[in-house]
């Protein structure tokens, strides 16, 4: 912020500068010449001022990148659930931000332990992958963005009957399209 407000102060010397010399009444040539070298001196300012800008705003993006890829894209959920955990909502918050950033499609799978009915499962996951993409809409983003998807039990990320296995295959994983 502070370049950008010596950027302006920039811009607005020189166009003093300019008037100053424009109104001292030597002869026209010189006026015109440091016209145009002022007006050349403020659109250099001004590319300068529009590059620390874009700077910025990279680097802002690649910083929304790396929160993101430090959460993961894979939001777990208690057993028979499709409530949000305080993790998975501090998870889902900083894909959020980054979304807002991009124009970027997303998919949110939802997936459930092996337990239960294979009917059942789908719908869990179902409400697992809605969950997650009503809490991205009511945080501004637009739902023609979200594609949600269920696979229930079908496809775990960790096999055995254990309450570890079960913990790791009850989740949404957010995958761009």
Same mark, same amino acid.
């Given at each position: 912020? %502070?370049?950008?407000?010596?950027?302006? %102060?920039?811009?607005?010397?020189?166009?003093?500068?300019?008037?100053?010399?424009?109104? @001292?009444?030597?002869?026209?040539?010189?006026?015109? =010449?440091?016209?145009?070298?002022?007006?050349?001196?403020? =659109?250099?300012?001004?590319?300068?001022?529009?590059?620390?800008?874009? *700077?910025?705003? !990279?680097?802002?993006?690649?910083?929304?990148?790396? *929160? *993101?890829?430090?959460?993961?894209?894979?939001?777990?959920?208690?057993?028979? !659930?499709?409530?949000?955990? +305080?993790?998975?909502?501090?998870?889902?918050?900083?894909?959020?931000?980054?979304?807002?950033?991009?124009?970027?499609?997303?998919?949110?799978?939802?997936?459930?332990?092996?337990?239960?009915? /294979?009917?059942?499962?789908? *719908?869990?996951?179902?409400? /697992?992958?809605? @969950?997650? /993409?009503?809490?991205?809409?009511?945080?501004?983003?637009?739902?023609? /963005?979200?594609?949600?998807?269920?696979?229930?039990?079908?496809? +775990?990320?960790?096999?055995?009957?254990?309450?570890?296995?079960? =913990?790791?295959?009850?989740?949404?994983?957010? %995958?761009?399209?």
């Amino acid at each position: 912020m %502070k370049h950008l407000s010596t950027a302006g %102060k920039t811009v607005a010397l020189l166009f003093s500068a300019a008037l100053l010399v424009a109104c @001292s009444g030597s002869d026209t040539k010189e006026d015109e =010449a440091a016209a145009a070298a002022a007006a050349e001196a403020a =659109a250099a300012a001004h590319a300068a001022q529009q590059a620390e800008q874009q *700077a910025a705003a !990279s680097a802002e993006l690649a910083g929304l990148e790396e *929160a *993101a890829a430090q959460v993961g894209n894979v939001f777990y959920f208690e057993y028979d !659930s499709s409530t949000l955990t +305080p993790e998975a909502l501090s998870a889902v918050d900083a894909h959020i931000a980054l979304l807002h950033r991009n124009t970027e499609n997303i998919r949110l799978e939802g997936h459930t332990d092996e337990r239960g009915t /294979r009917e059942y499962n789908m *719908a869990l996951g179902e409400r /697992r992958a809605n @969950s997650v /993409r009503d809490y991205m809409v009511a945080n501004g983003i637009s739902s023609l /963005r979200i594609e949600t998807i269920s696979y229930g039990e079908e496809r +775990p990320l960790a096999y055995g009957s254990g309450e570890a296995s079960w =913990a790791e295959n009850r989740r949404v994983e957010l %995958k761009p399209q």
